[in-house]
């Protein structure tokens, strides 16, 4: 007999890490977009922006392309400081490989 253990995705994250509380809602805000240059991000932040802005009315996106890019560089301290004088309340990531 075989014994599966299933694991529940929306089960509660055990981790050291803090993070911030997700928003409410993204209307107000502003969305910095972060990209390693791969899977097609030129192509995929620029439609995602598109779907952003008409959902949130009133959201700010600042395009991937305002941003450094490249896997290293958005992994970085310089990142950080770049998207809060950016003013970001959120970030997407897009980290395809």
Do not use: W, Y
């Amino acid at each position: 007999m075989t014994t599966l253990e299933v694991l529940n995705p929306c089960g509660t994250v055990r981790s050291s890490l803090s993070f911030a509380p997700r928003l409410d809602d993204l209307n107000g805000k502003t969305i910095g977009m972060l990209s390693n240059t791969l899977g097609e991000a030129d192509r995929m932040f620029p439609f995602l922006q598109e779907l952003i802005e008409k959902r949130f009315p009133t959201a700010t996106v600042v395009a991937h392309t305002e941003f450094p890019q490249g896997g290293d560089r958005i992994d970085s301290e310089e990142i950080v400081e770049i998207v809060k004088s950016r003013g970001c309340q959120a970030v997407l990531v897009g980290n395809a490989q």
